[in-house]
């Protein structure tokens, strides 16, 4: 929780910097599932952001707050996934 956290305050910095045409939040869905953020102050912060910057966030589970305020949602499903045949998650892969 602490580790997302930090993690968001620094975030929070780059959504407020117009040097940043876009930022990408990989996996951030998982954030609020678990509960290590909340999902208010990240939307009044993306509603907040430069006009011009993009923001894609990743997630199988994505916040409903999230939902409702994206200009565009895709859905990815797998056909295989390597998790299904054994392969465990590697450093530099998956995290």
Do not use: C
């Amino acid at each position: 929780i602490d580790a997302a956290q930090k993690a968001w305050a620094l975030a929070e910095t780059l959504l407020s910097d117009e040097r940043y045409d876009m930022l990408v939040f990989d996996e951030i869905g998982y954030m609020f599932k678990y509960g290590y953020l909340e999902v208010e102050p990240i939307i009044k912060a993306l509603q907040n952001r430069p006009l011009m910057q993009s923001v894609i966030m990743t997630g199988r589970t994505m916040a409903t707050g999230l939902q409702d305020i994206a200009d565009t949602i895709s859905i990815i499903q797998d056909e295989r996934h390597a998790f299904r045949l054994g392969v465990k998650a590697q450093a530099g892969i998956e995290y």
